[in-house]
């Protein structure tokens, strides 16, 4: 089972809108709509902002939002702020003998 | 509040085994699957291994299939990750997470909330 594709990085202004993509197949991705994103600081856990594609767990700012088409899955961060400089991670149920993968990650910075 | 805290890790050598294991409190334990992800030093996540609340499924990485086991003593609300065979590539902080399934279909565990602080496994002579 090979890794979620996400960009490397990406960066953006404070206010500023970005998006960050997850691409995946029809196994995974593309053929359940069971796609979370998690934040991470450095020498930190992981925590969830997207489970279920779309939806915030209690406690996310409603500036974090999820999205999928076909087997494209993306999370939105708007109004961009210093403290959403972080690596963020996409997953993905997956059929086979598998259950889960995750996205290679992307380093997002607040410039 | 919920609290996962990991234990067990260490530096081990090549073809060694190591036992991690997860206390759990604030939550009905025994309701829950839980899983293990791990972090190899400077990349990304890696799912490694998920077990339901009760234990009978159980659910592994192609990556540790047949070197690792999963179980849980849902009597003392405790995870475990018995890992043999350990190579270098073993490498990394292995979290332990509650694992949430659908809403329509609990089954299919698929998110992970929240994440014990980690513990470092260092697979080196």
């Known amino acids: 089972q090979s890794a979620l594709t996400q960009p490397a990085s990406v960066s953006g202004s404070p206010g500023q809108s970005i998006t960050i993509s997850c691409t995946g197949t029809?196994?995974?991705?593309?053929?359940?709509?069971?796609v979370s994103w998690y934040q991470q600081y450095p020498g930190k856990a992981p925590k969830v902002m997207i489970y279920?594609?779309?939806y915030r767990p209690s406690g996310v700012s409603n500036r974090f939002s999820g999205s999928k088409s076909g087997n494209t899955a993306s999370l939105t961060i708007s109004g961009l702020q210093a403290e959403d400089d972080a690596d963020y991670y996409c997953?993905?149920?997956?059929?086979?003998?598998?259950?889960?993968?995750f996205g290679t990650g992307t380093k997002v910075t607040v410039l | 509040e919920v609290q996962l805290l990991e234990s067990g890790g260490g530096l081990v050598q090549p073809g060694g085994s190591l036992r991690l294991s997860c206390a759990a409190s604030?939550?009905?334990?025994?309701?829950?699957?839980m899983s293990w992800v791990r972090q190899a030093p400077g990349k990304g996540l890696e799912w490694v291994s998920t077990?339901?609340?009760?234990?009978?499924?159980?659910y592994y990485a192609d990556s540790v299939k047949g070197r690792f086991t999963i179980s849980r003593d849902n009597s003392m609300n405790t995870l475990y990750l018995q890992m043999h065979s350990l190579r270098a590539e073993d490498t990394a902080v292995y979290y332990c997470?509650?694992?949430?399934?659908?809403?329509?279909?609990?089954?299919?565990?698929?998110?992970?909330?929240?994440w014990g602080q980690g513990t470092l496994v260092t697979v080196s002579s």
């Open positions: 997470a509650k694992t949430l399934g659908g809403l329509a279909a609990p089954d299919k565990y698929n998110w992970f909330d929240p």
């Open positions: 604030g939550f009905t334990f025994s309701n829950y699957a």
């Open positions: 077990i339901s609340g009760r234990g009978g499924g159980t």
């Open positions: 029809s196994s995974d991705v593309g053929g359940y709509n069971y």
């Open positions: 279920e594609v779309s």
């Open positions: 997953s993905s149920y997956t059929s086979g003998s598998t259950l889960n993968v």
